[in-house]
């Protein structure tokens, strides 16, 4: 049972372009959303995040939406550069504290090409 | 200040053996927990040590185990190998707050132990 779901496996934008990568959820517990980066050989790292008492937060040229009655979110990278291409993962909790456990989906891989 | 280590780096073992993979967390955390990431799989959430005790526990059988020691450092421990087992092991350590809610939830990843089960 896939709570968490990317449905795009791949992506591809040109540089300088916006790149969207977009997730859904199904379990209307969570409350908290996050969004991690993933290069080869490494392990995730966090980029941005949302509680579901907003709809939007900004971080430089990274913007998440949420739409709670779709149980949709989406990341936003404006403008994209090669340095982002990456795999790029949604997360979820009950919770926004870090003692809470992260349901992922399985992830997108994003190429920004020059 | 070092981030989350893993270690080993890459493990081999076969089907029926045992295996003990290490994460030492990041400086200042206390907390750590271990998810399983399956090729093609995002990262599942295998359990949560903090205070040297199992806090939280993902749906994964019991042939999974983990250990916190003193000094925050943790094991993951798996028995009875699979070929199903095979997969990068993550390690996420984390600051404990009690309470209520913080701002966001910083989990900071290490950069995983890849397990192959022949």
């Known amino acids: 049972d896939q709570q968490v779901k990317q449905n795009s496996p791949s992506l591809s934008v040109q540089e300088g372009r916006i790149s969207i990568l977009n997730c859904d959820y199904t379990?209307?517990?969570?409350?908290?959303f996050l969004w991690y980066k993933k290069y080869p050989a490494e392990g995730p790292t966090f980029l941005i995040s949302?509680?579901?008492?907003?709809d939007k937060n900004e971080d430089g040229r990274f913007t998440v939406f949420l739409n709670k009655s779709a149980k949709h979110l989406s990341l936003h990278i404006v403008p994209s550069q090669p340095g982002d291409s990456a795999v790029y993962f949604c997360?979820?909790?009950?919770?926004?504290?870090?003692?809470?456990?992260?349901?992922f989906g399985k992830g997108t891989l994003l190429t920004v090409n020059p | 200040d070092a981030g989350v280590t893993q270690s080993p780096t890459h493990l081999i073992k076969t089907r029926g053996q045992q295996v003990t993979l290490r994460c030492s967390p990041k400086?200042?955390?206390?907390?750590v927990s271990w998810y399983q990431q399956a090729l093609g799989q995002g990262p599942q959430f295998i359990f949560q040590?903090?205070?040297?005790?199992?806090?939280q526990r993902g749906n994964f059988p019991d042939r999974f185990s983990g250990h916190q020691f003193p000094n925050y450092s943790s094991e993951l421990n798996v028995n009875a190998l699979l070929l199903g087992d095979s997969a990068l092991y993550l390690c996420?350590?984390?600051?404990?707050?009690?309470?209520?809610?913080?701002?966001?939830?910083?989990?900071?990843f290490g950069p995983g132990t890849r397990l192959t089960v022949l």
């Open positions: 400086s200042g955390h206390d907390t």
């Open positions: 379990n209307s517990m969570f409350d908290y």
């Open positions: 996420a350590s984390s600051l404990f707050l009690a309470g209520g809610r913080q701002a966001y939830n910083e989990q900071f």
């Open positions: 949302i509680s579901s008492i907003k």
């Open positions: 997360a979820a909790s009950k919770g926004g504290g870090s003692n809470y456990k992260l349901t």
């Open positions: 040590y903090y205070e040297e005790e199992e806090r």
